[in-house]
C-alpha cells in the first residue's frame, strides 16, 4: 500500500493548462479504472473533481480532464483561474483496499 | 442536501482508545459503502478503512490493521471507526466519506484525533 507518486508541486499563470501525474503500479493504477481525484482547498474538506478515470461529478467545469496511460493516470486543469490553486490529490482502487497520491500543490501565477 | 457528520475526537494518550462517529443525511445510507480517510497536520491524505454498504465487508490500511474496527448501523444512519492501541503516528483529521471504490463523493468536516502523553 505505497502512496501514489505525484509531482510535489505544479503552475501555470490564468488561461494556461497545467498537467498533473500520478504513478502507480499494475497492482491499482494500471489494473483498475478506479482512479479518481481531489481538490483541497486550505482549512476545507477534499472535493471530488474526477472519478472512474475521466468522469466529471456534476458541477465540476469540464477544465478539469482526467486520463491515464499503463500505471500513470493524468489530471489536467485547463484555462486555469485563480480558484484553482489548491491541493490535489489522486486515489486509486487496489484490490481491497484503495491508495491515495502524495498530493500536488496547485500554484496559479 | 447530503450531510455527513463526524464526532468523538479528541485528545488521548498512546495506547488508549476512541470511537469516532459519522452521521448520515440527505441520502439512504444502505445504499453506499462508506469510507474513512484521515489527514495528518501538514500532510497528505491516507485512505484508513471502507465498508460496503450492508456491512458485509470492510477493508484496512496496513498501517491500522488489528488496531481499527469499522462498523455502521443503517437504522441509525452512522458510520463507525473503532481505534484501540493507538500510536502518535495516528494523530489526524478524520474524515468519513460517501463511497468505497475510490469515488468519494461527499466528505465530511472531519474530527482531529490527537494522540499524546
Known amino acids: 500500500q505505497s502512496a501514489l507518486t505525484q509531482p510535489p508541486s505544479a503552475s501555470g499563470s490564468p488561461g494556461q493548462s497545467v498537467t498533473i501525474s500520478c504513478t502507480g503500479t499494475?497492482?491499482?493504477?494500471?489494473?483498475?479504472?478506479?482512479v479518481s481525484w481531489y481538490q483541497q482547498h486550505p482549512g476545507k474538506a477534499p472535493k471530488l473533481v474526477i472519478y472512474?478515470?475521466?468522469k466529471r461529478p456534476s458541477g465540476v467545469p469540464d477544465r478539469f480532464s482526467g486520463s491515464k496511460s499503463g500505471n500513470t493516470a493524468s489530471l489536467t486543469v485547463s484555462g486555469l483561474q485563480a480558484e484553482d490553486e489548491a491541493d490535489y490529490y489522486c486515489?486509486?482502487?487496489?484490490?481491497?483496499?484503495?491508495?491515495f497520491g502524495t498530493g500536488t500543490k496547485v500554484t496559479v501565477l | 442536501e447530503v450531510q455527513l457528520v463526524e464526532s468523538g475526537g479528541g485528545v488521548v494518550r498512546p495506547g488508549g482508545s476512541l470511537r469516532l462517529s459519522c452521521a448520515a443525511s440527505g441520502f439512504t445510507l444502505d445504499d453506499y459503502g462508506m469510507t474513512w480517510v484521515r489527514q495528518a497536520p501538514g500532510k497528505g491524505l491516507e485512505w484508513v478503512s471502507g465498508?460496503?454498504?450492508?456491512?458485509?465487508?470492510?477493508g484496512y490500511a496496513d498501517s491500522v490493521k488489528g488496531r481499527f474496527t469499522v462498523s455502521r448501523d443503517n437504522a441509525k444512519n452512522s458510520l463507525y471507526l473503532v481505534m484501540n492501541s493507538l500510536r502518535a503516528e495516528d494523530t489526524a483529521l478524520y474524515y468519513c466519506?460517501?463511497?468505497?471504490?475510490?469515488?468519494?463523493?461527499?466528505w465530511g468536516q472531519g474530527t482531529l484525533v490527537t494522540v499524546s502523553s
Open positions: 465498508i460496503t454498504g450492508n456491512g458485509d465487508s470492510s
Open positions: 472512474e478515470v475521466t
Open positions: 466519506a460517501r463511497g468505497i471504490t475510490a469515488r468519494y463523493d461527499f
Open positions: 499494475s497492482r491499482d493504477v494500471g489494473r483498475y479504472n478506479y
Open positions: 486515489c486509486s482502487h487496489a484490490g481491497i483496499s484503495n491508495v
